[in-house]
């Protein structure tokens, strides 16, 4: 139930909207679709769609262990989300 509740942040880099505005408004994404966690101090502005807003270790932890968000590593994020752009 949770899942399907359009509550999550979405990171800077994965929210959709005009890049040029002086302050964009915070998107919110649902985890029915695959989402990710970049690894701590990945720069926001290399993330993609389906990437949420940095957490804090415990937020990322239930995240991860009980409502299927992938926690990548940095070689994840640069082959799987980054170069392929």
């Known amino acids: 139930m949770v899942k399907a509740l359009p509550i999550f942040e979405a990171a800077a880099g994965a929210a959709p909207g005009d890049a040029s505005a002086e302050e964009p408004a915070a ?3 649902d985890l029915l679709e695959g ?3 970049a690894p701590d ?3 926001e502005a290399l993330l993609g769609p ?3 807003k940095h957490v ?3 937020e990322a932890r239930v995240l991860v ?3 299927g968000v992938q926690l990548l590593i940095h ?3 640069i082959t799987d989300h980054v170069l392929p752009r």
């Open 35 to 37: 989402r990710y966690l």
């Open 65 to 67: 262990e009980r409502l």
């Open 41 to 43: 101090g990945t720069d």
């Open 75 to 77: 070689q994840q994020l």
């Open 27 to 29: 998107a919110f994404l």
């Open 50 to 52: 389906g990437f949420l």
């Open 56 to 58: 804090a270790a415990g």
